[in-house]
Structures are given as structure tokens and as C-alpha cells.
């Protein structure tokens, strides 16, 4: 890789043209690396090859902006570094966002032509790190993207699955699970660095003691040791000279440890150990609510927790700064409660490492840390049993203990009027089996609390954490999440991006609030046909893969109907499809009903333990049998299912999209993301007045987005009033015949057993409100329809859409986090180093 020496020399700002990058360049740059890397001649190179050369070619090339921030951010006093603990990070397939971040995006292209191959073919090769189950960890990513764009230093710290979530396939209509092996030809844009290793403690006891001083002590004697070794990604932020790091922990035996046994001639307990340990990043857990207490699960949180922060006290001590300026130098935030052990871990590396006071410790862990609820759902809160955390985490039980008395204390000295609380507030759930309540330990132990939409934040003040609410209402606070444009518009929607451009520049990829200036064009009778000659094309690139990868030919002319996320009882996938079932019954009766032609798509995993996820796909597979292969509905409707939604598979479906699928029980969905995705790309939204669907409506306009459904508050009363599913099945004729329909077994062969159980929940209970919510929707649906016939009208609509969009950047909200919680400043990086002036 000597040759990239060329590249460097002649690195000039973001932006400008790179002479060093010139088309003759690339193309020697790229056969060096095949030679080099990969021991082949362009000619005998397949293009995974020319995939891998170019990669590290990129790689490079991020590097050196790379080495120049991480010496600015890192080793400078007074800077304080942004520090995003999550236990997921879904980055998605990184070339085409690299070339596209450096301004190499056409070069290449061209350097690629050169050698008779297409740069979208390659893309097409690349795995995608699926580091993540959905939402949540999107978003982690969305935020690095911003962080690093915005200029300020950040660093992600999470886990290096070497499986990622599963690939799904689809057999006879149910999903099968395979490993995902992303890492198995290598990836490109990882840096192992094994010289940076922490030891990570685990099980045994604790000793007390008091020292020379006469300082009570406490030692931790572990039963067992991990090594975790950093793996390094660096994150580009778009066209800025400076770029971050995604720091992700891998775990390996404690060599100490195994010679250990291996010199006491215990060959085989040496690679128990070696297995054992290493099992513990070896693979994602693939659910995402409800929680499940896997020991594992709190092995995998507290590796990666311990790790990052003696990853920071090293940085911070290297900065030779003192530790009780520590929340100066760093704010951590805690995604979810996923990784909210780091409280009291840094609790135990300040007072039994570091020998700091107690009460000085607990103001500067108080200071560092803030918290991120992703969800209201109760089965989904964590908790962890005593008994676990004891047999694993000895001494964090004992300070969880004495946190937890000193805050009951306080309550009972300071507030004795939330006296009554007391039980509510503790850490320590009591009302059965003991468990510690990650979400009070995480509220307890920030400065900063907060949710994902106005009304999620609204309800976890109300609900899940209303007596912390009570005690410390000055912690609350929302921050409505946001997603990248950079991705989710420019990359996987490049016609619309270019359309955009054309006509108000370019500077909306860095301030999406610009789109607003797009709103005159929706006048312009032109750019709407340009406009919907954009959203054909993309529905024709959908409909390509569709056909490639289910065998199904779809209408590009038709509505695009999409539902696109994890599978979820309370995402109601299943009310989609009685919609479904209800306009497959009306066109039978009535070859001549007037309701425009639809496909229907459906997309996302289940988790593989949740029966009923499940089941809801092996539903959509029969009702997409059942009217696929019917002669008289086949040209009016169609439905089907892409299998394995991934992030890749995201970027040919959102700019797809006439129509946005945001269905979920108002109330229990924390926000959505994907809901901001279509609606930038020009789909109309039609939703419940849930998460930030709420938003999207206010912003859009209710002229521009089908609103149906029970609100929250409305969702709260019927069940509070006696919900009887049953008396609407009875009462309604349409919702009876499509219940039927399932359950007398026409969608299974005349088996009726296979969705009996589902059937049954709905009709028995109903949690989610599937039935209540039928009518109301059915009747938006039939808007939607006549809506769509107008087909100028219906771009208007995708326009204001689109222009409205601008306040769910990432980029905003990641300011809002910055500014009011994080309390830090972008640095501008003027120049790029160049790493030939570190060469003595
Ligand atoms: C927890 C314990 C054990 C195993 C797995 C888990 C686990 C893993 C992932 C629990 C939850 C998740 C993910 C949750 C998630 O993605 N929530 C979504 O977060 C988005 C970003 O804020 C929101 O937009 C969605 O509304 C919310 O559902």
C-alpha cells in the first residue's frame, strides 16, 4: 500500500478536487492493492477483489483525517469528547458512504469503468455489518454520522459481534434464521488494535480491608478475566477534513489467566477458558423488546461498559488531567439502559481504582452520565435478578446496595412528602423475586433524562418514571429523534438528491431545513412530472429486486403501499392485513369497485423466540398466496414479502414508497425512525397519532397525511372501560368475513389450526387494539384511494411531504443533545493531515 503515498501528497481540503486522485492514480492505486493485498492481477480478480482493493484504498484515504482528529480530540486538554455507549450500532454498508463523504464517488466510478466494471455491482457485493436489531441501533449511527459531519469529537463504544443479527429466509412462508457472517472474508474498514486492552473482571468475591491511610478498602477477587481488545471504524463526517471513531470491543482470553492453568499442566480448563471468553462477543441478541435475562446478555453489557470506560480514564489521564474534572472532558450517554452498569462500574473504577471519596465520585458520575429511554413497553423495561448480579457482579451489587439506601435516605431526610413512594423509587424491585430496575439506576445516576418524541416523553413522565418525574422534574427532557439525509436521501435516493440539488444547491445535506426552499417548485407543473418520473424510477428499480429475489413481478404503476419494520404485535402488521383480506372480499364481490391498483410490501424480521412475529409472517406469505395466484383480483392487488430488511435492503424500498405504513397502538411506539425515512423520500404517511408520527403530522400538515386511529389517551379509556374485541367481530360484517377468511383455514389449505392462535388473541384480548382501530383505518384506506387516482394531486401532497421534512435530521437533534445535555462545542478541523510530514 505504499503507492497511496501519492494520494496523500496532494490531499487538498474537503470539497476541492483531489489532483493526487487523478483517474490514472486511482486506477494504479487499486491493481497496487490487488497485487499487493490480495496476491492477484486485475485480470485474474474477481470483483469481490476489486471490491476489497478499493476498499482499503477508501480506508486509506479516511485515515489520514482520521489520525488528525483522534490527535486534536484525544490528547488536547479542555476538549470534551462526546461518548455514545450502545450496545448497537447498524452502520450499513460503508463504501458507497465513504467515496460519497470524500468526493470520490465519480473518480472511482470512472477508475472502475477503466477496468470494465461497475461501481454499483461492487456495491452490491459489500456485507453489511449488522451490528444491530433496528431503531435503536440505526439511530446510533444516524448520531455518529451527524456528530461527526457537525464537528464534534465523538466516539461510539459498543460490541464487535462477530454475528450480527440473523439473515432471514423465507421457506414455505416462515422465517428460518442463518448466522450472519459478515466477517468472513475480513472487513475493510475495521482496525484491530490489540496493543489497546482492558482486563474485564468477572464473578468471585469481594475483601475488605483498610489501608495504610486508614482507608476503607475494597477488593475485588475475580473469578474470572477478560480481555477486550479495540476495533477500530473510523466514521467520516460529509465533506469536513476530520472523522471519528466507532470503537467496538472484541473479547478474547486473558493470556495471564490461561498460562495460569496451562502451567499448572491443565491444557484442556486453559481452552475452556479461551472458548468461554470469547463467547462473550460472539453473537447479537436478536430480540428486540421484550426483554429476556440471558446471563450472557449482562456479560456482553458490562464487558463493553468496563472496557469504554477505562478506555476513557486512560485517555483522560494520558490528557494528564485530574480525575475530578472527568465530566469536563467526557459526557456519556447511555442508549437505553442497555449499558447503564457503567453507573456504578464507574462508580467502582473511581472509588476502589482511583481511591476518589464516595460522595465526590457520585457528583461526577452524576455529571458524566445521560440517559435515552427507547421504550414504555413494561415487558421490555430490564431488570436484573439479585442473584445474578451477586453471582456475576459482586461488588456492583454492593454499591447498587448502598446507592440505593443513601437515595431512599435522602428521600425519606429531604422529601419526606414522596415518602409513600419509597417502593416505587428503589432501585431494588421487591414485589417478588428481587431484580435491580436498570431504568431507575440509569435515571438515578444522570444528570439528564429523556425520550425519543414529545408524546414518548410525555408518557415516561406520566407512566414508566413518574415518581422520579415527581422528585426531579428539572432531569426531563425531549429530544425527538432525527435521521441522517445523507443516507436515507443522497445515498439511496440519488435521483431525488439530484432533483433537490438542481433546484436549491446542495448546502440542504448539511442543513435539511433548506428543503423548506423547495416548496415554491410544488407550483411548478413541471417539476412535478419530474418529480413523479423520479418516484417511477425508483419503483422500477424496487420492482427489479423484488423480482430477483421473490420471483414476484409487481405494477410499477400501482401504489406502493409499504410497511417496512421489526415485526411486532403492537407495530400491527396484522391490521395491514385485514385491510388487505377486506378489499380482496370487495373486489370479489365486485369485479367493478372503484379502488386503485396496489402492491402491498412488507418487510422485517421476527425475533425467533416471539411465536406470534412469527406467525404474522407466515400470514403475510398466505394472504399474498391466496390473491397472487387469483386471476381476478391479480391485476388490482398484489402483496409481498422481502425477505431479510436490512439496511442495504432499506435503500431500494423507502424512496420506493407512495405510501408509509405507521399503524402502531397509539402509545407504544417510542418514536420510529422509518417513519421519517419515507416521508423524506415523498411518501405519504398514513398513521396513528403515536411517536413521532404526531410530528411528522404537524410538520407535513393534516391535508398531507392520512390520520386515523385511537389516541393515546382514547387507547387508555377503552381498556380502562372494558374492551369486548368480540362484539366488534360480531357487529361488523367486513372485519367478520376477513377474520373468517383466516380463521376457517382459506389461507391454509383449509387447515384451520395454523392461525388459531392468533385469531384467538384478537378475538379474546386484543391488546393492541387491532379491532378497535379496523374501521377507522379501512376508511382512511378507502381516502387513500381516491386520493391516489389524482395522481397530480398525490405529488403535490409527496412534495410537501419531502420539504416539510427538514426539522427530523439527525443533524438537528444531535445539536439539541450537544447544546442543552452534552455541553460541548464542534471543533473545525482547517487542515488535513498529511501522514507523509509524520515520516522523521
Ligand atoms: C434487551 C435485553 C436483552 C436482549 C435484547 C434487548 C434489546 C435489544 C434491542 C431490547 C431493545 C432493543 C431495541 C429497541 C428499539 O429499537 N427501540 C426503538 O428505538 C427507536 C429509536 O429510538 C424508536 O424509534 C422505536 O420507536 C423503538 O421501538
Redesign the pocket.
Known amino acids: 500500500m505504499g503507492k497511496l503515498k501519492d494520494s496523500f501528497n496532494d490531499m487538498p481540503a474537503a470539497g476541492e478536487v483531489r489532483p493526487g486522485l487523478k483517474l490514472e492514480a486511482l486506477k494504479q492505486d487499486i491493481a497496487y492493492n490487488l497485487f499487493c493485498l490480495l496476491g492477484k492481477s486485475p485480470a485474474a480478480a474477481s470483483s469481490k477483489d476489486f471490491y476489497t482493493a478499493l476498499a482499503y484504498l477508501i480506508r486509506g484515504q479516511l485515515e489520514s483525517r482520521w489520525i488528525n482528529t483522534a490527535g486534536k480530540y484525544y490528547q488536547q486538554k479542555g476538549i470534551k469528547v462526546v461518548c455514545y455507549l450502545s ?2 450500532f447498524l452502520i450499513g454498508p460503508q463504501l458507497a458512504k465513504n467515496l460519497l463523504y470524500l468526493d470520490l464517488y465519480e473518480p472511482v466510478r470512472q477508475a472502475l469503468a477503466g477496468f470494465g466494471l461497475s461501481l454499483e455491482e461492487l456495491l452490491e457485493l459489500e456485507p453489511e455489518p449488522g451490528l444491530g ?5 440505526r ?1 446510533a449511527a444516524c448520531y455518529l454520522d451527524s456528530l461527526a459531519t457537525l464537528g464534534f469529537p465523538a466516539i461510539g463504544y459498543g460490541i464487535r459481534y462477530e454475528f450480527g443479527i440473523f439473515e432471514q429466509q423465507i421457506r414455505d412462508g416462515w422465517q428460518i434464521e442463518a448466522t450472519d457472517k459478515w466477517l468472513q472474508s475480513g472487513c475493510p474498514w475495521e482496525f484491530l488494535k490489540p496493543d489497546v486492552a482492558y482486563d474485564i473482571k468477572f464473578g468471585g468475591h469481594t475483601e475488605t480491608s483498610y489501608d495504610e491511610s486508614g482507608r476503607y478498602r475494597v477488593l475485588w477477587v475475580p473469578a474470572q478475566v477478560v480481555k477486550g481488545i479495540a476495533a477500530d471504524y473510523p466514521i467520516a463526517g460529509y465533506k469536513i477534513n476530520s472523522a471519528n471513531t466507532l470503537r467496538l470491543w472484541k473479547a478474547e482470553a486473558c493470556e495471564s489467566f490461561d498460562f495460569q492453568a496451562f502451567n499448572m499442566g491443565d491444557y484442556y480448563a486453559a481452552v475452556d477458558q479461551k472458548v468461554v471468553s470469547e463467547n462473550i462477543t460472539k453473537v447479537l ?1 436478536p ?3 421484550p ?2 435475562g ?1 446471563q450472557l ?1 449482562l456479560k456482553q453489557q458490562y464487558f463493553f461498559v468496563s472496557c469504554s470506560l477505562q478506555d476513557m480514564i486512560k485517555l483522560h489521564l494520558a490528557r494528564s488531567e485530574s480525575l475530578e474534572h472527568f465530566h469536563e472532558c467526557f459526557a456519556v450517554q447511555l442508549n ?1 439502559t ?1 449499558p447503564s452498569i457503567a453507573i456504578a462500574e464507574l462508580m467502582r473504577l473511581f472509588v476502589d481504582e482511583h481511591q476518589l471519596g464516595w460522595n465526590e465520585a457520585w457528583q461526577i458520575t452524576q455529571n458524566t452520565f445521560s440517559y435515552t429511554n ?2 414504555l413497553l413494561p415487558e ?1 423495561l ?1 431488570k436484573w435478578p439479585l442473584a445474578l448480579l451477586q453471582e456475576l457482579l459482586p461488588r456492583h451489587l454492593e454499591i447498587i446496595f448502598e446507592l440505593n439506601q443513601r437515595f431512599l435516605d435522602h428521600v425519606r431526610l429531604d422529601h419526606p412528602e414522596h415518602e409513600e413512594n419509597l417502593a416505587n423509587l428503589s432501585l431494588i424491585d421487591e414485589s417478588g423475586e428481587k431484580y435491580v430496575r436498570m431504568a431507575h439506576l440509569a435515571s438515578l445516576g444522570s444528570h439528564a433524562i429523556n425520550g ?1 418524541s414529545e408524546l414518548h416523553s410525555e408518557l415516561l413522565k406520566r407512566d414508566v418514571l413518574k415518581d422520579f418525574y415527581a422528585l426531579m422534574p428539572d432531569k426531563f427532557s425531549n429530544k425527538t ?1 432525527g435521521v441522517t439525509p445523507r443516507r436515507f436521501i443522497r445515498l439511496s435516493n440519488p435521483k431525488l438528491a439530484g432533483l433537490i440539488t438542481e433546484r436549491i444547491g446542495e448546502d440542504w445535506l448539511k442543513d435539511l431545513s433548506e428543503l423548506s426552499r423547495l416548496e415554491d417548485a410544488v407550483e411548478d407543473h413541471g417539476f412535478r412530472e419530474v418529480w413523479r418520473a423520479v418516484k417511477r424510477d425508483n419503483k422500477l428499480r424496487l420492482a427489479t429486486y423484488i423480482k430477483r429475489h421473490t420471483d414476484i413481478l409487481v405494477d410499477p404503476d400501482s401504489l406502493y403501499d409499504v410497511q417496512v419494520k421489526r415485526i411486532h404485535e403492537y407495530k400491527r402488521q396484522h391490521l395491514n392485513l385485514l385491510h388487505i383480506i377486506t378489499l380482496y372480499h370487495i373486489i370479489r364481490q365486485n369485479q367493478n369497485a372503484d379502488i386503485a391498483p396496489r402492491t402491498f410490501i412488507f418487510a422485517g424480521k421476527a425475533a425467533p423466540s416471539y411465536f406470534m412475529a412469527k406467525l404474522i409472517i407466515k400470514l403475510i406469505h398466505a394472504v399474498a398466496d391466496m390473491i397472487n395466484r387469483d386471476i381476478r383480483v391479480r391485476e388490482r392487488l398484489q402483496v409481498v414479502f422481502i425477505p431479510n430488511f436490512n439496511v442495504k435492503t432499506s435503500h431500494w424500498i423507502y424512496p420506493a414508497a407512495d405510501l408509509s405504513e405507521q399503524i402502531s397502538t397509539a402509545g407504544k ?5 422509518g417513519n421519517m425515512k419515507f416521508s423524506m423520500n415523498g411518501a405519504l404517511t398514513i398513521g396513528t397519532l403515536d ?1 413521532a408520527n404526531i410530528e411528522i403530522h404537524k410538520a407535513v400538515g393534516s391535508e398531507h397525511f392520512f390520520l386515523f386511529g385511537l389516541n393515546a389517551d382514547q387507547v387508555y379509556e377503552t381498556k380502562a372501560t372494558g374492551y369486548d374485541p368480540r362484539a366488534l367481530y360480531s357487529s361488523n360484517d367486513l372485519l367478520r368475513e376477513s377474520i373468517d377468511t383466516i380463521q376457517t383455514g382459506a389461507l391454509s389449505h383449509g387447515d384451520a389450526e395454523v392461525f388459531r392462535p392468533l385469531v384467538k388473541s384478537l378475538l379474546d384480548r386484543d391488546e393492541y387494539l387491532v379491532l378497535a382501530d379496523y374501521q377507522s383505518y379501512i376508511a382512511c384506506q378507502k381516502d387513500v384511494s381516491l386520493v391516489f387516482r389524482d395522481s397530480d394531486n398525490w405529488s403535490r401532497k409527496a412534495i410537501l411531504n419531502t420539504t416539510r421534512m427538514g426539522r427530523f435530521s439527525s443533524d438537528r437533534v444531535v445539536k439539541e443533545y450537544c447544546h442543552d445535555i452534552w455541553n460541548v462545542e464542534p471543533i473545525r478541523s482547517e487542515s488535513t493531515l498529511n501522514v507523509m510530514d509524520l515520516v522523521p
Open positions: 450496545a448497537e436489531n433496528g431503531g435503536l441501533g439511530l441478541y430480540n428486540d423488546e426483554w429476556v440471558k446478555r437505553d442497555h427507547h421504550t421490555a430490564e425519543v429523534n411506539e417510542a418514536s420510529g425512525t411517536g
